[in-house]
């Protein structure tokens, strides 16, 4: 599991920054067209999306120490209703942040980026060790 950590924090950076172009892609139509979607249809969808989210939630995640489907649903209607703020509408779920340390956890700056490492955890192909496969067609037609 070495690095599992800094990846997650990889992922949430980019995910991180996909919202923030959403919101920016979401705003600019907006004022292209020249008025809002009516908040009870906008609030329709992200109904309709956080009951997906919950099914998916209650299928995939086990509950682990810090972590549950609970959580993750709760955490997931906490961030739905703050997209609907940062686009001017009200929020819709009105529950308190699940987990507040995440946030703060995955915007800590780094500095090393992860496309600029270099990997050290693992064997390099040139020395991996293999058993003593079939070396012909033939072989490996009759080997056990």
């Known amino acids: 599991m070495v690095g599992t950590g800094e990846q997650i924090q ?11 172009f959403g919101v920016k892609l979401i705003k600019e139509i907006i004022k292209e067209i020249g ?41 997931s209607k906490h961030l739905a209703d703050k997209r609907l703020k940062q686009l001017g509408y009200s929020p819709v779920f009105f529950v308190e942040e699940a987990l507040p340390w995440l946030d703060e956890q995955a915007s800590i700056k780094k500095e090393k980026n992860f496309f600029e490492t270099r990997v050290t955890d693992y064997q390099s192909g040139g020395a991996l060790k ?7 067609l033939e072989d490996l037609v009759n080997w056990k």
């Open 10 to 20: 990889y992922i949430h950076r980019d995910e991180t920054m996909h919202v923030g």
């Open 35 to 75: 008025e809002k979607p009516a908040e009870v249809d906008v609030h329709r969808l992200f109904v309709h999306a956080l009951n997906k989210i919950e099914v998916w939630a209650r299928h995939c995640i086990p509950d682990v120490l810090g972590y549950s489907a609970n959580l993750h649903i709760q955490h």
């Open 130 to 136: 293999f058993d003593d496969g079939p070396e012909t």
